[in-house]
């Protein structure tokens, strides 16, 4: 079998499409099928069940992508150790994370990072915490950023960082001219939030609830970005983790307030990995440098 089969499985098992996977890949669909289908009549047994809504893995193909996962995986530790031979710091860093620290952590980070390493290539996806932590247990990533602390038997924790939450609005905002707010001075203003499956969400309903505030959501998103463009649109507010905003703080785009720590309770931001994961020396160094980017801030 080719590698390239192993490449084109596992992109469609990722992405649930031949289609997306064709076009990530930068190959035809046809291609892909094609690879599909040897590799079914290579182990004589159906690996994906063809749905209306995608491709997904039966038994046989979950078994089958676990396999290859860990064969690519050891090509990777092969290339990066024939690199450590030469000298040379090169391959694939890949990764799941929050929105939130895209911005003011990560890219950055990256950016820097391949000044000193050009034959380094990032390979990263945005999602919410779960789906970070479900990349990094099924070894889909070198790691992951996420906005939970959830014990799990298959995830190592490597650190944690401290995330308080800020008011971000408009600059035309009646409350602007305020440094540090309570939350029930929001009560009487619209707000825009980020939907249920972030975790600012759930602790901002939480506190809702046992102190019985009453909070006029007008807007639901997914996308911290969206989120931004529409409290300025609209010269409204909304409630964000604090290094989403730091751009804004910088820039002045937005005006930013504090929340006491007494009003909404701390959270914590998480750096993981995939327990007894091997890393290469490009991802080990690049986890390190995360690290004091964010102790410097």
């Not at 327990?275 to 410097?296: C, P, S, W």
């Amino acid at each position: 079998m080719q590698v390239s089969s192993f490449m084109y499985f596992l992109a469609v098992a990722d992405t649930g499409s031949v289609r997306k996977a064709a076009a990530n890949l930068h190959v035809s669909a046809s291609a892909i099928s094609r690879q599909i289908k040897n590799l079914e009549y290579s182990f004589k047994a159906t690996l994906f069940e063809r749905r209306i809504s995608g491709m997904v893995l039966t038994e046989e193909g979950q078994i089958i992508a676990q396999h290859m996962r860990r064969t690519m995986r050891e090509m990777e530790l092969a290339e990066a150790k024939v690199n450590d031979i030469k000298g040379l710091l090169s391959g694939t860093i890949s990764f799941a994370s929050i929105e939130g620290v895209i911005s003011s952590w990560l890219l950055p980070t990256m950016d820097d990072f391949q000044q000193h390493h050009p034959n380094i290539h990032f390979d990263g996806r945005i999602s919410a915490s779960e789906a970070v932590y479900q990349a990094v247990a099924a070894d889909q990533v070198d790691f992951g950023i996420a906005m939970q602390d959830i014990p799990r038997p298959d995830i190592e924790i490597i650190e944690k960082f401290e995330t308080g939450f800020k008011v971000a609005m408009s600059p035309n905002h009646p409350l602007a001219n305020s440094n540090s707010l309570t939350l029930t001075q929001l009560t009487p203003y619209p707000l825009s939030m980020l939907n249920e499956n972030f975790l600012t969400r759930q602790i901002l309903n939480s506190i809702a609830i046992q102190r019985q505030l009453n909070f006029t959501i007008i807007c639901n998103v997914d996308h911290i970005g969206m989120l931004k463009s529409f409290v300025l649109e609209s010269n409204g507010l909304t409630i964000l983790p604090d290094y989403a905003v730091t751009e804004e703080i910088k820039n002045g785009s937005m005006h930013i307030a504090d929340i006491n720590q007494q009003e909404m309770p701390h959270s914590v931001t998480v750096l993981c990995v995939k327990k007894e994961r091997r890393m290469t020396k490009a991802a080990d160094k690049f986890l390190n440098i995360i690290r004091q980017v964010h102790y410097g801030r």
